[in-house]
């Protein structure tokens, strides 16, 4: 069966209606959907009797223009794959749609949204969250599914979760891989060929470094613009440029 495509907040908010008592499971995206967001998906197809994915690609979230302007976008890909994987419905809204009020309301996290990706991407955590309280609003989730490639994200959303009570529980899905290591990320196809094969040395620096400092000088010396190396509470986190593309990962130390 075909997903089915809707696209303002009505829409949605009278679809869920008649979802009343069966379990849904969300999987928010900004679509250029690859095998990362499928594992999501399957896992909520799995544990849910309804699957919903939403594609919003959030301008709030991005601090640097050229990269919204550059984010891929793959409309029909995403639907075939929405379809393998049997999602019921596709939330695809517009700026208008999800910002009725202009972003005047935000939600603001004060402590760790400003630490790693957040010193170099100022406002960047303030977009992720408000976009996901305001998709958790609208589609009223049993569970939500988000990646541990973006781990910081995913533990603000968790805490934001709790903090606001929200009945959704969030559930962690590990990192999907290429086969040489790199974490598979939409921004991937913006690599060129020579930066595609530099690419996974971000994965095996994190890993195979005994400290921080050394798995940043590995990374510079491979040609990267290291933004951070990390440690904090047994993970070590990441950021790096390759040419155009920012790239982020994170590993279990
Ligand atoms: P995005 O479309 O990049 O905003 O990602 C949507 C969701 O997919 C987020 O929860 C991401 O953490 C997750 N995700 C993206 N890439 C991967 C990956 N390689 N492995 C697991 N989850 C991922």
Same mark, same amino acid.
């Given at each position: 069966?075909?997903?089915?495509?809707?696209?303002?907040?009505?829409?949605?908010?009278?679809?869920?209606?008649?979802?009343?008592?069966?379990?849904?499971?969300?999987?928010?995206?900004?679509?250029?959907?690859?095998?990362?967001?499928?594992?999501?998906?399957? &896992?909520?197809?799995?544990?849910?009797?309804?699957?919903?994915?939403?594609?919003?690609?959030?301008?709030? &979230?991005?601090?640097?223009?050229?990269?919204?302007?550059?984010?891929? &976008?793959?409309?029909?890909?995403?639907?075939?794959l929405a379809k393998e994987n049997q999602v019921d419905y596709i939330f695809l809204p517009t700026y208008q749609n999800i910002y009725p009020d202009q972003y005047r309301f935000k939600i603001i996290e004060t402590d760790f949204s400003k630490s790693l990706c957040g010193k170099s991407r100022p406002g960047h955590f303030d977009g992720v969250l408000t976009v996901v309280m305001k998709l958790l609003s609208l589609t009223g989730?049993?569970?939500?599914?988000?990646?541990e490639k973006d781990y910081q994200q995913l533990r603000l959303i968790k805490e934001m979760v709790a903090a606001f009570f929200l009945p959704t529980e969030i559930i962690a899905v590990p990192t999907v891989r290429e086969s040489d290591g790199l974490a598979m990320s939409s921004r991937n196809v913006r690599l060129s060929p020579v930066n595609r094969q530099i690419a996974p040395t971000l994965y095996h620096a994190l890993t195979k470094s005994a400290t921080a400092e050394v798995a940043n000088s590995h990374l510079q010396n491979a040609g990267f613009q290291v933004d951070y190396v990390t440690d904090f509470n047994n993970r070590r986190y990441a950021a790096a440029r390759l040419g155009e593309v920012r790239l982020i990962d994170n590993v279990t130390i």
């Open positions: 069966m075909n997903p089915i495509v809707l696209q303002t907040p009505e829409e949605m908010i009278s679809t869920r209606a008649t979802l009343f008592g069966k379990s849904i499971g969300f999987v928010p995206t900004m679509g250029a959907l690859h095998r990362g967001h499928a594992e999501l998906l399957k &896992q909520a197809r799995t544990e849910n009797e309804i699957c919903i994915l939403s594609i919003f690609v959030n301008p709030t &979230q991005f601090n640097d223009k050229k990269d919204l302007d550059n984010y891929p &976008q793959a409309w029909q890909s995403d639907f075939n989730p049993t569970r939500a599914y988000f990646g």
